[in-house]
């Protein structure tokens, strides 16, 4: 159980390889097997790399066990975020949530969005120049949930100072919550205080807006929604829209950067790419069309099979925080109530029992054809991929996050042709990063 109170905390959060499990869960693998006890975040644990146990945690969300964050987490993104709450106020925010990012809305609404601020950051890359992918995705990923939430232009100077101070305060959700001065948490604290501010003061105009009927029909926006549709209290709807820009801009751009820097170790994806991409774009073009249909992405069949791969060895959300509600027993392992359970995705997704060669980056193990390296079952595949985790808490943004990814690597490799500028890879802090921020270097070119 290691070190008192520390356990083994240290060693389990020790940098390593987002393509692997690292050393620690390496060892206590071969040791003790896929399911094993530990002390972890300060309390007794059990870690799973089973399949079979994951999917039994997730599918007995609120029966059996319930969602448990560290304290620390829950005081720098707040009482009221969805990643903490349990229960019915869960099931409350997690409705809004999906309704603003529903099938329909996805199709009418947001893939125009994604669309456009794709365009606003590809077309801002000069050509020959060296630059960071991972910040560039950011810089999408953000702009897009700012104006999808609080109806915020990109470019903006109100924008801008909003990145900032979310920059800081990402640092801080990720980094020992040790509440000193000078450290990550405390200035991350220091940032959630003036972001809330600043969104409480955009409530406060839209409500005004709202009371005297000015509304612009350019506010189909979350904070609109919540305004008008909820009961939700001012700190409740502070901290869904904190959460929510949290949630909706960090994964997403560590997975478009995950592909960005997979895809040049694999000229043959590349190539299927780019053909898939042209023939949708030629096709277009005979029609007359410029935006893209959801049609069109309905189309990108070999994208699809890259996004899931890009997830499944990349691995953006690495473990779950769970606790035991009630003594479990699941086949002869005994888990006591009240003791925390992590369910560990990536372990799973990088077992060689369920992936065939899973450290390689393989798109075509997800198409169902027999093709190289393909899965005997799409859905024995499916069954363990769980990069959105599962149950009553599925990521409600799962399906806009594969929309991003998707547009963005049309777009992409459509216009250009990038290289890795200097040796950088993901690592795990268990939060993926690129330590230097993955620069490449970019070419453009037409495949029109």
């Excluded at 040791?31 to 972890?40: A, D, P, V, W």
Aim: charged share 20%; with cysteine; hydrophobic share 40%.
């Amino acid at each position: 159980m290691g070190w008192p109170f520390l356990g083994e905390t240290i060693g389990y959060l020790k940098p390593y390889s987002a393509t692997t499990i690292g050393e620690f869960m390496e060892q206590h693998i071969a040791r003790y097997g896929t399911i094993y006890k530990s002390k972890l975040f300060g309390e007794p644990a059990i870690v799973s790399a089973d399949a079979g146990l994951n999917r039994f945690i997730l599918q007995n969300e609120g029966k059996l066990f319930e969602c448990s964050y560290p304290r620390s987490i829950g005081g720098i993104l707040g009482k009221w975020s969805m990643l903490v709450l349990v229960g019915d106020m869960h099931r409350d925010m997690r409705v809004i949530s999906l309704n603003f990012l529903s099938h329909a809305r996805l199709r009418t609404h947001l893939l125009k969005e994604v669309e456009k601020h794709t365009l606003l950051v590809l077309n801002s890359w000069n050509q020959n120049c060296t630059f960071s992918a991972q910040d560039e995705a950011k810089k999408f990923t953000f702009n897009l949930m700012a104006k999808h939430i609080m109806s915020m232009d990109p470019g903006e100077i109100e924008t801008e100072q909003l990145k900032k101070e979310y920059v800081t305060f990402m640092k801080g959700v990720v980094s020992a919550p040790l509440n000193l001065p000078g450290t990550a948490y405390r200035k991350a604290l220091k940032s959630r205080s003036t972001i809330l501010k600043f969104i409480e003061g955009k409530m406060e105009e839209r409500v005004k807006r709202i009371q005297e009927g000015n509304e612009s029909l350019e506010e189909d926006d979350l904070l609109n929604w919540v305004l008008k549709h909820s009961n939700l209290s001012t700190e409740q709807i502070l901290d869904l829209i904190l959460s929510l820009l949290f949630a909706g801009h960090e994964t997403s751009s560590v997975a478009i950067a995950l592909a960005i820097y997979f895809l040049p170790g694999c000229p043959q994806a590349m190539q299927q790419l780019r053909e898939e991409h042209s023939e949708i774009a030629r096709a277009k073009k005979q029609a007359g069309e410029v935006e893209l249909t959801w049609e069109d992405y309905k189309r990108m069949e070999f994208t699809h099979c890259v996004v899931n791969e890009t997830l499944r060895l990349g691995n953006v959300v690495r473990f779950l925080h769970r606790k035991a509600l009630k003594d479990v027993n699941y086949k002869g392992y005994d888990i006591p109530c009240g003791w925390k359970v992590l369910p560990v995705i990536a372990a799973v997704h990088l077992d060689p029992s369920l992936f065939d060669q899973p450290q390689q980056f393989n798109p075509w193990r997800w198409q169902n054809n027999g093709g190289r390296g393909s899965c005997p079952s799409k859905s024995a595949a499916n069954n363990n991929f769980l990069p959105f985790g599962g149950g009553s808490r599925l990521c409600a943004g799962s399906e806009l996050a594969k929309l991003e990814m998707a547009v963005f690597i049309h777009y992409l490799v459509l216009n250009y042709h990038w290289e890795l500028a200097e040796t950088d890879q993901a690592f795990a802090y268990p939060f993926v990063d690129f330590p230097k921020g993955l620069p490449i270097t970019v070419q453009a070119h037409s495949l029109i």
